[in-house]
């Protein structure tokens, strides 16, 4: 009977320390979850801010383009009445 007791005991040890070591392991696992959400969301915004920086500079190019063509078709406005 004693055995039987001790066993019992060595069993439900076992359980608790397994049981302990579980929870302790889906702490770590969710705040690596957690973690990872965060660096994920950091680098999209990071993306995010590059797209719209190449798309500011691409519209300051096209307006810098079509300043220079106006520019230029002006210039020839007045170099064709020079000839005429």
């Known amino acids: 009977m004693n055995s039987m007791m ?3 005991i060595d069993a439900s040890a076992n359980l608790g320390a397994t049981r302990s070591r579980i929870a302790s392991n889906t702490e770590f696992l969710q705040d690596l979850q957690d973690i990872t959400e965060i660096g994920i ?3 999209v915004d ?3 801010e590059e797209d719209s920086a190449r798309l500011s500079a ?3 190019q096209q307006q810098l383009q079509t300043i ?3 520019i230029a078709n002006s210039s ?3 170099s064709l009445k020079l000839f005429a």
């Open 68 to 70: 220079g063509l106006n």
């Open 6 to 8: 001790t066993s019992m």
């Open 58 to 60: 691409q519209k300051v």
């Open 76 to 78: 020839m406005g007045a």
């Open 41 to 43: 969301g950091r680098l």
């Open 46 to 48: 990071a993306d995010m």
